[in-house]
C-alpha cells in the first residue's frame, strides 16, 4: 500500500454489491466494478484512495432467518480486521430490514444499525495489530418504490413508508455517535425497474456525491 493511501470500505447489501434491476426481479448478475456506486466512487477520488467492495446481497442490518449468511453483525468484526488499516466505513444498509415478514419498523432497524456503528466505532486493534478504529460514514438508502414484482411485492409491504423514516433515524444516530451522515435519498430515488435496486444513473450519482462527501471528512 503507497504511503499516504487512504483506505475506505464500503459496507452493504445488494445496492453495494451492484445488483442489475431486472424485469423478473431475480435471477440477475452484477455491473461492472466502474459502473458500481464503489467504483465511481475509487475513480472520482483518485489514486490517494482506495476502496475496499464489502457488498452482499439480501443482507440485512437485523439479520434474517432465511440465511445465516446475511446477518451484518455477525460478518462485520471479522471483515473490518480483515482489511485493516481503515480510515473509514461506508455504512449503507437497512433495505432489506424493511421486509414485511421481518417485522421491523424504523426504530428497530436503527437500533440494528446502531450496533454496526458500535462494531466500527470500536474495532481498534484487529487481530494481533493496533490498528486505530475507521471513522463511519453511515448512509441511509433511498426509500424503496413501488416493487413491479409479485414475490416483490410481497416481501416488500410496507417498505416505502419504513424507509421514508430512516434518514431522521440514522441522523440522529449518527450524531449520537460521533459519526457522519449522508441521505443517499438526496441525491437519488430508487430507479431500478424492480423497485428496490439502482440503475446505472444512480449508481454514478451516488458515486459522485459520496466522493464529495470523504473529501469533506479528509480535508
Not at 157 to 163: D, L, Q, R, V
Request: hydrophobic share 40%; glycine share 10%; net charge negative.
Amino acid at each position: 500500500m503507497p504511503a499516504g493511501t487512504t483506505r475506505i470500505m464500503c459496507f452493504g447489501d445488494s445496492l453495494t454489491w451492484g445488483w442489475v434491476p431486472v424485469a423478473g426481479a431475480a435471477p440477475s448478475y452484477r455491473y461492472t466494478p466502474e459502473q458500481r456506486w464503489t467504483g465511481v466512487l475509487a475513480n472520482e477520488l483518485g489514486g490517494d484512495f482506495e476502496i475496499v467492495e464489502e457488498g452482499l446481497s439480501a443482507r440485512a442490518a437485523g439479520g434474517d432467518p432465511t440465511d445465516p449468511r446475511l446477518d451484518a453483525a455477525r460478518y462485520l468484526p471479522a471483515a473490518l480486521a480483515s482489511h485493516f488499516p481503515l480510515d473509514l466505513v461506508i455504512l449503507m444498509l437497512g433495505t432489506n430490514d424493511t421486509k414485511d415478514y421481518l417485522h421491523r419498523g424504523p426504530r428497530d432497524i436503527g437500533v440494528a444499525v446502531s450496533v454496526l456503528a458500535g462494531q466500527v466505532l470500536a474495532s481498534a486493534g484487529g487481530v494481533g495489530t493496533t490498528y486505530p478504529a475507521p471513522q463511519l460514514l453511515l448512509v441511509s438508502p433511498p426509500p424503496v418504490a413501488d416493487p413491479a414484482d409479485p414475490w416483490f411485492t410481497e416481501i416488500f409491504a410496507g417498505a416505502h413508508e419504513k424507509s421514508l423514516e430512516l434518514p431522521r433515524i440514522y441522523r440522529a444516530l449518527a450524531a449520537f455517535t460521533g459519526s457522519h451522515f449522508f441521505d443517499a435519498g438526496s441525491v437519488i430515488s430508487t430507479d431500478g425497474v424492480d423497485g428496490v435496486h439502482f440503475t446505472a444513473d444512480n449508481n454514478r450519482d451516488l458515486g459522485v456525491a459520496l466522493a464529495t462527501e470523504v473529501r469533506k471528512i479528509f480535508g
